[in-house]
Nanobody
Framework: QVQLVESGGGLVQAGASLTLSCAAS????????MGWFRQAPGKEREFVAA????????TYADSVKGRFTISRDNAKNTLYLQMNSLKPEDTAVYYC??????????????????????WGQGTQVTVSS
């Protein structure tokens, strides 16, 4: 059973940058796709970004493309989300997740939160205008 712990959230002004981390323990995640999702108050959880096992194939939501970068360090069992040019509409709780059943990668598949089988507790990101 893998445990995921996010960190790095905070309160920033619009235009600032933050880097979120997701540390995995209990089981290696290096063979599996991982993703970032977010949920704003009163809204459904939405896809942000996903990475295949080695970080060479990544997928982004249109709303963050060009501003956010997903990456991973499999030696550290850690997933990252570099967020630049933050906007107030990026305010949400950010969650990381891992899908540990498949070893292939499909961009459309990993946009779906239902396919992930382990989630972190989330980290709050608040962007003020």
């Amino acid at each position: 059973q893998v445990q995921l712990v996010e960190s790095g959230g905070g309160l920033v002004q619009a235009g600032a940058s933050l880097t979120l981390s997701c540390a995995a323990s209990g089981r290696t995640t290096s063979r599996f796709a991982m993703g970032w999702f977010r949920q704003a108050p009163g809204k459904e959880r939405e896809f942000v970004a996903a990475s295949n096992w080695n970080g060479l194939t990544v997928t982004y939501a249109d709303s963050v493309k060009g501003r956010f970068t997903i990456s991973r360090d499999n030696a550290k069992n850690t997933l990252y989300l570099q967020m630049n040019s933050l906007k107030p509409e990026d305010t949400a709780v950010y969650y990381c997740a891992v899908e540990s059943q498949r070893t292939d990668y499909s961009a459309s598949y990993y946009r779906r939160d239902a396919v992930y089988d382990a989630w972190g507790q989330g980290t709050q990101v608040t962007v003020s205008s």
